[in-house]
């Protein structure tokens, strides 16, 4: 019965196991693909280490606009973002345009990148969210 | 025993104190010093010594409720030993003339009578000088500077990058004509000395200029002279056009001598100081190399791109060698838009003039305000040269608007 026992919780957290890697591989490679795409169309304005320019452009780093709501930072992404914004008590003044043309895995790639660098850890965007937002318009 | 202790905690807590505020070596010609004569001040943008010595610092961010500091150096013993605060309002642009303190916001000049001790009598009440200026966030800060007739510069920076339909919106076009040019993109002049001027009492004296931050007035020539923010995205935007290393060398920063109706050309064309001309801007049919507004005036001088010369002194003392006599300095600021190119500036450079003509190339005058040799992170840069004063004694003073350090750079002989 006690061998039975064991088995049964071993198989549970081999099978966990597997799955939480899973979730991770699926990630990780979101994250590496956004890594190309952040390169390509964020760096310039949010910097290779997501610190901004001063006054300019915010950072991207231990910011709600990051870390909270995934509907908000998709909506940034696809419409830009020309209004008065305050991060961490500084105001940031130059407009960002909109990324539109970028697809809905592209999206999500970016912005699971930014929300896993820079000391960011928050979970994964995916691309069923980001068709959502972009279907809301 | 406990005496010992005392004293190490004292000199453990000087050479912290040292290691705070000489964070970087400041590095001059031979023959030059730098002291720091300030630190911590935050946002400090332009500065100006009045002829007594007082350091006056315009911020960008409230401290206290207040955008203005007045360093005194009471006992005249080389430190400043005094701090006055006021001004409710954030900006960059501070000057003095003729006995009054003028300081800017993003939308309006104000001056302080100073009295005969060279104290503003009535810090609260300044006399609202102009008003309604355009602030649309972008490029909003207001550099002043006045002339020896009565009349003040001030620089309305063009709100946008090159002026498309949809700002900084890779492929949008640029507008033909450009509206913003009516309200900014230029440099307005007032009366120093009449209240609440805006638009309509105000004359456009020179026009397409994306953003001036630094001017001043050169006393030799009677002429205004300005440097310039020239544009961003090259080879973000025209990947095929400028590759990698071409847009973070292009556009070039710019220095300029304007008289009443000049045109720089922005948002139409930019400086290429490689080529040594105009060329069209993409966003206006350009293709790298076709040239365009054949009327606008060509700067006197050209640098490497995205440094933001944020501050120029046309230097009149008699403290430094005669080579600097009527010569430019410039802070520049450091660049964003060169990424991922490693970032270039961060340094006060000198332009060797006569007659308000360069007689040589730019050399670097003073470096190391970013702690480090290359910036890759704009964000981990140390300081950023911001300001730029000249003292009674011919000394120079730069202002970083990162942490708020001011230096003092003398010739010792």
């Known amino acids: ?137 | 025993m406990r005496i010992s202790f005392f004293l190490f905690s004292i000199i453990m807590l000087q050479v912290s104190c040292w290691a705070q505020f000489n964070d970087v070596v400041i590095k001059t010609p031979n023959g030059f010093s730098t002291t720091n004569v300030a630190w911590d001040f935050g946002r400090v943008r332009h500065i100006v010594v009045n002829s007594n010595g007082d350091l006056y610092m315009k911020l960008e961010k409230l401290y206290n409720g207040k955008g203005i500091v007045r360093l005194r150096d009471l006992n005249k013993d080389g430190k400043m030993d005094d701090t006055l605060r006021f001004g409710n309002y954030v900006g960059t642009g501070i000057a003095i003339k003729n006995g009054y303190l003028y300081a800017s916001s993003n939308s309006e000049v104000f001056r302080y009578k100073l009295d005969a001790q060279q104290n503003i009598v009535d810090t609260e009440n300044p006399e609202k000088i102009i008003t309604g200026l355009v602030d649309k966030r972008q490029h909003a800060s207001k550099s002043i500077t006045l002339d020896e007739a009565g009349n003040i510069y001030v620089n309305i920076g063009g709100p946008s990058n090159v002026c498309q339909e949809q700002d900084r919106q890779k492929g949008s076009k640029g507008m033909m004509p450009c509206p913003l040019l009516e309200t900014a993109g230029g440099i307005w002049q007032f009366k120093a000395d009449k209240l609440n001027q805006s638009y309509a009492e105000g004359i456009r004296y020179a026009t397409g200029i994306r953003n001036c931050v630094g001017l001043d007035w050169n006393k030799e020539v009677n002429e205004l002279f300005i440097t310039v923010h020239g544009r961003d995205m090259l080879y973000q935007d025209y990947p095929t056009l400028y590759d990698q290393k071409r847009g973070a060398e292009l556009p070039s920063e710019t220095m300029y001598m304007v008289k009443k109706g000049d045109d720089c050309g922005w948002p139409y064309v930019h400086w290429d100081h490689i080529q040594h001309k105009k060329i069209l801007n993409p966003e206006y049919g350009g293709d790298g190399n076709k040239t365009g507004v054949e009327n606008a005036i060509s700067p006197l001088m050209g640098f490497p791109g995205h440094m933001a010369p944020n501050a120029l002194l046309i230097y009149t003392g008699n403290q430094f060698p005669e080579k600097y006599k009527n010569g430019a300095f410039i802070a520049f600021h450091g660049s964003w838009n060169r990424a991922p190119e490693n970032q270039e500036g961060f340094y006060v450079v000198f332009v060797p003039m006569k007659n308000g003509k360069p007689t040589g190339n730019w050399e670097v005058f003073a470096d190391g305000f970013s702690g480090m040799e290359k910036v890759t992170n704009l964000s981990s840069a140390k300081h950023r040269p911001c300001g730029l004063a000249q003292g009674p004694d011919g000394a120079i003073y730069v202002s970083d608007d990162v942490k708020g350090h001011v230096w003092k750079i003398q010739y010792n002989q």
């Open chain 1, 1 to 137: 019965m006690r061998k039975i026992v064991v088995s049964i919780v071993l198989l549970l957290g081999f099978i966990m196991m597997v799955q939480s890697q899973t979730i991770d591989i699926k990630t990780k490679s979101s994250i590496s693909r956004g890594k190309i795409v952040y390169e390509k169309y964020c760096l310039t304005c949010h910097q290779a280490d997501g610190g901004g320019v001063p006054r300019m452009n915010p950072p991207i780093i231990q910011t709600t606009y990051v870390s909270g709501s995934k509907e908000r930072l998709i909506g940034i992404v696809l419409k830009g973002l020309n209004q008065p914004i305050e991060v961490n008590g500084d105001e940031y003044e130059n407009p960002m345009a909109s990324h539109a043309y970028l697809s809905d895995l592209q999206i999500a790639d970016v912005l699971t990148f930014v929300r896993n660098s820079f000391g960011n850890k928050y979970p994964a965007v995916l691309p069923s969210e980001v068709k959502v937002v972009r279907a809301k318009k």
